[in-house]
Nanobody, 122 residues
Framework: QVQLVESGGGLVQAGGSLRLSCAAS????????MGWFRQAPGKEREFVAT????????RYTDSVKGRFTISRDNAKNTVYLQMNTLNPEDTAVYYC???????????????WGQGTQVTVSS
């Protein structure tokens, strides 16, 4: 059983940056693909980014390419999401997840954190 705890969310002005962290415990972190998803008010949860166990493979949704960077530190059991040039459309609760496939499909992720709120003001 893997426990995931996100941190780093907050309120930021448009154009600003935030770095989200997700600390894992209770499992072998380096075995898992790690993903970030988000859910805006009134919308379905959507894929943001994912990274494989070795930092050698990543995927991003088109709307964040060039602005967000996912990375991981297996020694610290932590995955990060660096978010730059934020805009109000990025406002959402951001969730990290652990799974087995480098996938944008949330059904491929077995473990989820509680989420951290990101609010971008215009």
């Amino acid at each position: 059983q893997v426990q995931l705890v996100e941190s780093g969310g907050g309120l930021v002005q448009a154009g600003g940056s935030l770095r989200l962290s997700c600390a894992a415990s209770g499992g072998t972190f380096s075995r898992y693909v790690m993903g970030w998803f988000r859910q805006a008010p009134g919308k379905e949860r959507e894929f943001v980014a994912t990274i494989n166990w070795s930092n050698s493979g990543t995927r991003y949704t088109d709307s964040v390419k060039g602005r967000f960077t996912i990375s991981r530190d297996n020694a610290k059991n932590t995955v990060y999401l660096q978010m730059n040039t934020l805009n109000p459309e990025d406002t959402a609760v951001y969730y990290c997840a652990a799974g087995s496939y480098l996938s944008a499909y949330d059904g491929h992720y077995a473990y989820w954190g509680q989420g951290t709120q990101v609010t971008v003001s215009s």
